[in-house]
């Protein structure tokens, strides 16, 4: 599973991005927007979650994704079995 950044981290990252960039993502996408498609599209809108003072937490029912939460509602996890016996996948809510 991946490493979960520390708040300094976030920090430092939200300030290497030059002001001008920030301020344009900052009004592209505002504070609570749903993600788009498009994977480019989807790393500026998270960028611009992080910047309106978003964080993301980790998925509670299984799967472990991080997740904004405007994302949480509706989020449905999918566990794959991980024997030859079941090899059917399974949903939870």
Not at 71 to 85: D, F, Q, V
Request: proline content about 4%; some cysteine.
């Amino acid at each position: 599973m991946a490493e979960e950044s520390t708040e300094a981290e976030v920090m430092e990252f939200l300030k290497s991005i030059p002001s001008q960039e920030r301020r344009a993502l900052k009004e592209c996408y505002a504070k609570g927007d749903q993600m788009p498609s498009g994977y480019v599209d989807a790393q500026d809108w998270a960028q611009a979650q992080l910047l309106h003072g978003l964080r993301q937490k980790r998925c509670e029912h299984g799967c472990g994704l991080l997740l904004f939460p405007q994302e949480i509602e509706g989020h449905t996890c999918r566990l794959r079995a991980k024997n030859r016996r079941a090899s059917s996948g399974q949903e939870k809510p």
